[in-house]
């Protein structure tokens, strides 16, 4: 890992009408609009989208990485997320995230041991660290 503090630069750019172009040096282009749940045309991968895309992204690959330094072997790993919008206190925001995990390990996996490290990887996630929002894991580990 690089010394700390990092730093993430992201261009928006935006017109009266139209998607929303995404982009940062290096990396590939890709294009917001509001959710169908703001009168969006819900084919674009929308802010909410993408901050309940950040957490999901963030636990599986926090898990790699604590599965790769703890040497435990898995087959896969599915993460579902959902992001919960209210308004509390007259302001709207996420309050939780409730992800579902599903690890699959090899045939004699110790299965305790992963539920673990998947909740170790919950607790570790620097995107879902960062929100004030409420979050639940349920884990499911699968053998063969």
């Not at 674009?44 to 690959?61: H, I, K, N, Y």
Request: glycine share 6%.
């Amino acid at each position: 890992m690089h010394p700390l503090p990092h730093r993430y630069v992201v261009n928006a750019s935006v017109r009266p009408v139209g998607d929303v172009p995404l982009s940062t040096d290096g990396v590939r282009v890709i294009e917001s609009a509001p959710p169908k749940e703001f009168d969006g045309p819900g084919n674009q991968w929308s802010p909410e989208g993408l901050l309940t895309a950040a957490v999901a992204d963030c636990f599986v690959l926090s898990f790699r990485a604590i599965a790769a330094a703890s040497k435990y072997a898995w087959v896969s790993l599915e993460a579902r997320t959902e992001g919960t919008l209210d308004r509390i206190d007259g302001k709207m925001r996420f309050t939780r995230f409730d992800t579902h995990a599903k690890l699959q390990v090899p045939e004699g996996g110790d299965i305790e041991r992963a539920k673990k490290l998947l909740e170790k990887a919950e607790l570790t996630c620097l995107v879902a660290n960062s929100l004030s929002s409420e979050r639940h894991l349920t884990v499911e580990v699968v053998s063969g």
